[in-house]
């Protein structure tokens, strides 16, 4: 009798399994903030500028997508990330756009405060640049601050990623405004 | 025989009284003629007795030590090289410890023979003073007369046996000089001030009373109007040599001093020229110029200090001060009778045998240090000091010198002082005084050496020793530990290890340029860090589900779908 109840035990645990295994699971997406059709906007040597440290505030600091769902609330989804951590994808857009080489004149330092979406569509990017090199003059802007908001033009975090790298180029475009030789 | 008488030739009035006479002879009261010669004779004879009396100086006896020289009917008298008489005779004095010469002098000489006079006998001398009557050698000696100012008509003298320095009619200032000792100054011996020669010494002679030395000096006019009562004379002879930190100083008055002696005169420093003095004024005559310095004054009063302490280390000549102030100087120290001395031993201990326990000092106070050295300053100056006895003032010992312990008498006040005054023992006056710090000291300085006997000397010095000893081994094995340390630098391994070090080191720059920022192993360590970063990421984010749902290791995971973001309303703001 006692052989038979443990026959029974087994049997549910297995049945119970297995339909944990068929249970339907959501893909994660990952989401890449370069583009590597990005052309650069430096048109000459004189122009461009090396990336130099760029640092992400804390809170960007993980492969989850932020999401601001309220005036204080913040989302990290957990089916839409970053391929790769955001202060390399910011690099990596913000070098494609300066341009800067290895022996480039001039260094640009930056550091991400905001960049984040919305659930409403608005995507916010707030940073701080700083120029150094032969070619920037002190007496010149060689530091500044960058704040921009965009509406996503689409619902999705396909459309928020490209929103994102649009922000991100127009800091590029504020960067090199302030390179003496790109006026 | 009356033609006869008629026509002879004409006769003088004698012969004519004569024959008158003789007429009167024929009257049988006649006398022979022949007697006419032995009369004649006779009054040839008086009158040259006369005449030879009359024409005949005076006859004096002068009486000498010894006849040395003296030739009767040879010996002459003289006088300014002037013959003026002859010794007649010589003779021994009816006591035989002398002679006595008789002398004719010529009539003119007479008036020479003063009361004062002085006869001596002009001999070959040869001395101190040089040499003098080489003449006499061979022309005989003589006699000097050397007349005084004295009444004439004296007959009889006392002849010098020395020939006199001063003749008598000198002009000058003849004075005495008092010394304790005889020193180098000599009968002849130059009295100088400032080094010019203006007296002489003329005589010495011993004060057996007190056993001083006086001097009898000649000053000569017109020099004796530098002798005042504040001259001040010192003995001049020989070379007076001090040594000090500038060095040799050597001084003498004259050569003629430095050989013969002499005394020197002048008034100190500080003080007033003085009055004139009058003959035969007494002075003290100092030992050297550095006693006269030392103390100068005259007018002292004397006082007997009576101390209770040892008096070892305080001398005559000491100086007697008050707070720093010399104003006097001690004349001698303990000098008592011997049969005083234990008194103490049998007494009781009562004041008077302390008393008679203390040890006299005697101490001259001179006013002359503070500058006034006349009599009456001296007088008024003993009257304050009174007063200020009274008032506290007390004499005690004190330490002049450290390194050789002479002491000095030391005038202060008291507070504490029981009451006196100054005492008059014996003709003496005594002054009071108190103990001095020395006693203090000695306890101090006993108390000290009782402690330190007390200290564990013994004890400490064994643990020193034992101390040192280990301290020996140390540095032993010390030099042993050097020798192997010496041993091991000296082998060649070590003299080979700098170029060891020199291949090490350039083996770690090689590991080192490895990892600089041209080497891949740089990029390969970033790299690992980033994926390192990026695993922390993922795994924060399992440890965060399985925080949410502990069963997710099981059962399925409990998925929550994103909010997507919506389509944003137009509209940039930057």
Partial sequence: ?183 | MTDKLDNGPKQSPQESERQVYVARVRSNRRISPVWIVPIAALFIGAWTLVQSYISQGPQLRVQFSTAEGLVAGETKVKTLDVEIGVVERVELADDFTSITALIRLDPKAAELLTEDAQFWVVRPQIGSQGISGLSTILSGSYIQLSPGDGKTGARSFRGLDVVPVTAPSTPGLPLQLIADSAGSVNVGSPILYNGYRVGRIEEISLDTDNGQTRYSAFIDAPYDDLVTTTTRFWNASGVSVSVDVGGFDLRTESLEALLTGGVAFGVPEGYSRGQPVQDMQPFLLYDDIGDLTENPHVNATEYVLMFQSSIRGLSEGAPVDYRGLRVGTVLSVGSQPWESLWRSGSADNSATSAVANALPVVVHLEPGWLGDDTLAASQGFSAALNQAVEDGLRASLAIGNLLTGSLYVSLDFHDDATPDSIARVDGELHMPTVASGLEELEEKVAGFLSKLQQLPIEDTLNNASSALAEAKGTLTDSRSTLAALTTILESPGTNDLPDSLVATLSDARSVLQSFGGEASLQGELVETLRQLKQVLSDADSVLQTYEKQPNAFVFPIRQTTDPVPEAGVSGESQ
């Fill in chain 1, 1 to 183: 009798m006692i052989v038979r109840n443990a026959s029974y035990l087994s049997l549910l645990l297995v049945l119970g399994l297995t339909s944990a295994c068929v249970t339907k699971t959501e893909t994660t997406r990952y989401y890449l903030l370069s583009d590597p059709a990005q052309v650069s906007l430096a048109g000459d040597r004189q122009c461009s500028a090396k990336v130099g440290a760029v640092s992400i505030a804390p809170y960007l600091q993980r492969t989850h997508i932020v999401l601001q769902s309220g005036a204080n609330e913040l989302i990290p989804a957990l089916q839409h990330r970053w391929s790769e951590p955001m202060d390399a994808g910011v690099t990596r857009l913000l070098s494609s756009c300066l341009g800067g080489a290895a022996d480039a004149p001039n260094r640009a330092t930056v550091s991400i405060d905001h960049l984040h979406g919305s659930t409403d569509g608005s995507v916010v990017l707030q940073a701080q640049w700083a120029l150094s090199g032969d070619t920037v003059v002190p007496e010149t802007q060689a530091s500044g601050s960058f704040s921009a908001s965009l509406p996503q033009p689409r619902a999705g975090y396909d459309a928020l990623v490209s929103t994102q790298r649009e922000l991100v180029l127009l800091l590029c475009a504020d960067i090199q405004a302030a390179l003496p030789s790109c006026r």
